[in-house]
């Protein structure tokens, strides 16, 4: 039988055209290059602190905003809505747990981050345990996450998006997005980055619950999804032909456990153990080790304004399950036969893809239910999802690119070589996720979600492992460290490569990886994964010589107070790369002395004024402030003491914060 045409019906297709809509966007567009331009004023980008820690002056309300922004991608929207309309409620359980890991983060790792006096994550096992292999393990595979996983997964829930609301070819509208996010996060370092993912972290709150709002009025009401739900069966399957389809009830019928949080251990699409354990060992890793996140809690001005950041984060985190899930699940009820299409020919039909269309649920949710104008507010959110998650990787990466790397091909690297090369950097990424979308359109044709989210949990763990262990272990070594990471990539890839060589597979077309490798949840796997990689860390860690006291003042949390001099380990490296920059610096102010006024005059006028734009100053050797350069910064004893009035209304606030995330966890149990 011949395959039915990919396209949607023309009747089906909504695309947003009329002039309310596109004014909206153009108004968002430009609101969003205004702050990014606001911000190249007023802050310093010719340092490497200014440019990549925004000279560590962020307030709270900044820091938390941004934590929030850099999480919500689009992958989000399409993402959970998605795994909501297919599964149910359990999704949420990702968002929820990171309510408790949040403030780990601000309360027991940022401390030692800061008092370590450092910028990205390698520098600081670079500095705890000595060596360069750890931090250049952490910066390659980081960096590999950031393009294959993060940002592949972010441009194709975003294609998702452009393809239901507007009908554009998803290159051009792609390519458009990347231009213009590179182009803001180029200029502006991390300051334009922080400034605008608060006004988008608005956009993006305000118009979900404007959807929101819609949705369960057009469903008639929390009582109605309940019942609806239960209910949203696709209506072709009542006339298959038992000899040519024989499609399980399973597969089209709702789950009976669909709003309960927690769900059996042994046949849960989310069983509870791994929804409680394995997804704080994945939110560890992501929340309190991932350059991305950390380094906005780094740009704050003290460690109050770190800790009251996250509480801001974790009340905003409440906020997906009612916003992206429970909008996925209604898009379910009111769209059964395309969000829950099951008949392969159907699908291909609908959305592109034979294994399901649940991916739709946000998209389609948009351009039908919203009117006019609002339908454009809607587009604005997602592109702020996108831009803002693709913005936050791309600094990020640079920075680990930058710093981790670069200055070890180039030692004597200058301020300006080094900001130069982080921008170039970013340009690079762009190429390289332009050219991976074919293999992202190919590769996601199940659940957005899980597919990022066991990716994770073959990667993640041994990397949460060390870096808790490094934390609070004084005891873990070099030796246990490496080989912990190495001992725990082999077992993920043992798993990952054969998952992927057979294919996940689905409900219709179940995989034929066997189930001694492929059988065991992806959420267990992290667990078991954990567990293996820390016992393997302690005993080569405990086998082997230990790192004396002297070097580890303010790297370990019981030392994050200690006011000893600390001798870094890898103090022989740093001052060799400190003496060969200066080397630099003094050879090229000598050649600028010695240039004409008439050459000054040529550069200042064009030349100067592409390097302000740039963020580098007109002589290309950046003006160093001294409490904006970075490197040197470690130098100096770092405060990370607290004003106990505000000391003690973060601590109240944060157990405030733990009391209502039980409550949630509870009700929704």
């Known amino acids: 039988m011949e395959s039915p045409s990919i396209k ?55 820091v938390g905003a941004s934590l929030f922004a850099s999480n919500i991608g689009s992958g989000h929207f399409v993402g959970l809505a998605g795994t909501g309309a297919a599964s149910g409620i359990a999704v949420g359980a990702f968002e929820w747990n990171a309510l408790f890991i949040v403030l780990l983060l601000g309360w027991l790792f940022v401390p030692v981050y800061l008092t370590a006096g450092v910028i990205t994550m390698p520098q600081y096992l670079k500095k705890r345990f000595g060596g360069t292999r750890i931090s250049l393990y952490l910066s390659i595979i980081s960096l590999f996450l950031y393009i294959f996983t993060k940002i592949s997964v972010d441009m194709f829930s975003g294609a998702v998006f452009i393809q239901q609301a507007l ?96 769900r059996d251990p042994a046949t849960g699409d989310l069983p509870w153990p791994g929804v409680v354990f394995g997804i704080a060992i994945v939110a560890g890793w ?121 200055t070890r091909i180039r030692p004597q690297a200058n ?28 590769a996601q044709s199940g659940q957005l979600f899980d597919y990022i989210q066991s990716v994770s949990s073959y990667l993640a763990p041994p990397i949460a492992s060390v870096f808790l262990l490094a934390v609070f272990v004084r005891r873990v070594n070099e030796s246990g460290a490496f080989w912990g990471l190495i001992g725990g990539l082999v077992m993920g890839l043992c798993r990952m490569v054969p998952e992927f060589w057979f294919g996940t597979g689905s409900c219709i077309f179940p995989s034929n990886c066997p189930f001694l490798v492929c059988g065991i949840h992806y959420l267990y796997f992290g667990i078991i994964l954990f567990l293996c990689t820390s016992s393997l860390v302690l005993l080569i860690s405990y086998c082997t010589k230990p790192i004396d006291d002297e ?92 004003v106990p009035v505000w000391k003690y209304t973060v601590d109240a606030n944060a157990l405030i914060m733990m009391t209502v995330a039980v409550f949630m966890w509870s009700y929704y149990a």
């Open 551 to 642: 070097h580890l003042h303010r790297l370990v949390f019981s030392l994050r107070h200690s006011k000893e001099e600390r001798k870094d380990l890898d103090w022989e490296q740093e001052e060799a790369g400190r003496r060969a920059r200066r080397e630099a610096e003094l050879r090229k102010r000598q050649r600028n002395e010695s240039e004409s006024v008439a050459e000054e005059e040529v550069k200042s006028g064009i030349c100067g004024q592409v390097g302000w734009f740039s963020g580098g100053d007109s002589s290309g050797g950046g003006k160093v402030s001294p409490e904006e350069d970075a490197p040197e910064a470690s130098e100096q004893l770092p405060d990370i003491s607290e």
């Open 286 to 406: 992501y929340w309190c080790t991932d350059q991305v996140i950390v380094q906005r809690c780094l740009a704050a001005r003290s460690l109050t304004h770190v800790k009251a950041g996250c509480l801001m984060c974790g009340y905003l985190k409440l906020l997906p399950m009612f916003l992206m899930v429970f909008p996925g699940m209604i898009s379910r009820v009111l769209y059964p036969d395309e969000v829950g299409c099951v008949v392969p020919e159907v699908c291909k039909e609908v959305c592109g893809t034979e294994v399901g269309c649940s991916n739709i649920a946000y998209p389609k949710l948009v351009v039908s239910v919203m009117p006019n104008g609002l339908r454009g507010l809607m587009l604005a959110v997602m592109l702020a999802a996108l831009m803002s998650s693709l913005a936050s990787i791309f600094n990020s990466s640079s920075t680990l690119f930058t710093m981790d790397i670069w």
């Open 167 to 262: 009908g554009w070819n998803i290159y051009v509208a792609v390519i458009a997005l990347l231009f213009i996010t590179a182009l803001y996060t180029v200029t502006g370092g991390l300051a334009a980055l922080m400034y605008t993912d608060t006004v988008q972290t608005v956009v993006i709150i305000v118009g979900a619950f404007v959807l929101t709002g819609y949705s369960f009025a057009k469903v008639g009401g929390y009582s109605a999804l309940l019942a609806g739900y239960r209910s949203a069966i696709p209506s072709a399957v009542s006339s298959l032909d038992p000899q040519r389809y024989n499609i399980s009830p399973d597969c089209y019928l709702p789950r009976q456990d669909a709003f309960s949080l927690l």
């Open 415 to 442: 301020e300006s070589e080094l900001i130069i090369v982080g921008r170039v950097w970013v340009l690079c990424i762009v190429a390289i996720s332009i050219c991976w979308i074919p293999v992202v359109q190919a």
């Open 8 to 62: 949607p019906p023309a009747s089906d297709k909504v695309t947003i055209s009329n002039p309310a809509d596109i004014c909206i966007i153009i108004g968002y567009f430009l609101l969003v290059l205004s702050v990014g331009i606001w911000s190249m004023f007023r802050t310093n980008r010719g340092t490497v602190g200014g440019y990549f820690l925004a000279g560590r002056s962020m307030t709270w309300w900044p």
